[in-house]
């Protein structure tokens, strides 16, 4: 069986991010919080994909060493250090 690796696209992964996020702007103090806001969302999720995408390619990669966890469980260990 062969195994595939994932690949995130981080662009369109932050913007869909960013997009699903609610945010009300009722004066235009609110504007910049709020661009603030989805700015500070989409680079988020972006370099949380960028990170997730390397950690797959380090993974994958890696010299074939045997151990007791998945690829899967040590990648998500990794993304859950932050």
Do not use: C, G
């Not at 609610?22 to 919080?33: A, G, L, P």
């Not at 995408?53 to 998500?76: A, P």
């Amino acid at each position: 069986m062969e195994i595939k690796k994932t690949n995130v696209d981080a662009e369109k992964f932050a913007y869909k991010f960013m997009e699903s996020i609610q945010r009300k702007v009722s004066n235009s103090e609110d504007i910049e919080k709020s661009a603030k806001e989805a700015l500070a969302a989409y680079l988020t999720a972006y370099y949380v994909a960028l990170d997730f995408n390397n950690l797959e390619n380090s993974f994958f990669y890696e010299e074939k060493k045997k151990r007791n966890i998945s690829t899967y469980q040590r990648i998500l260990r990794e993304l859950n250090k932050y």
